[in-house]
Nanobody, 123 residues
Framework: QVQLVESGGGLVQAGDSLRLSCAASGRTFSAYAMGWFRQAPGKERESVAAISRSGSNTYYADSAKGRFTISRDNAKNTVYLQMNSLKPEDTAVYHC????????????????WGQGTQVTVSS
């Protein structure tokens, strides 16, 4: 089992950048594929980005392509989401998620979730 704790959210203006971090417990972080999701008030949770256990394979939602970058540091048990050129529509609670993986791929469903970090982008 893995526990996830997100950080790095905040209130920013449109066009600003933020870097979210997700710290994972345990010694086998490199065995987990990771993902970032977000949920805005009144909306369903949506996938933002995903990364394979090695970091070699990544996925981005259309809304994130060209602006967001997912990365991971297996030595630090941490996955990151660098968000640039933020827009008001990026306002949401951002969650990271983990799933044990036996292959170097990313997933659309996950087993473990963090509590989330709020990102608010003002216009």
């Amino acid at each position: 089992q893995v526990q996830l704790v997100e950080s790095g959210g905040g209130l920013v203006q449109a066009g600003d950048s933020l870097r979210l971090s997700c710290a994972a417990s345990g010694r086998t972080f490199s065995a987990y594929a990771m993902g970032w999701f977000r949920q805005a008030p009144g909306k369903e949770r949506e996938s933002v980005a995903a990364i394979s256990r090695s970091g070699s394979n990544t996925y981005y939602a259309d809304s994130a392509k060209g602006r967001f970058t997912i990365s991971r540091d297996n030595a630090k048990n941490t996955v990151y989401l660098q968000m640039n050129s933020l827009k008001p529509e990026d306002t949401a609670v951002y969650h990271c998620a983990a799933r044990p993986s036996y292959s170097d791929r990313y997933y659309t469903t996950y087993d473990y979730w963090g509590q989330g970090t709020q990102v608010t982008v003002s216009s």
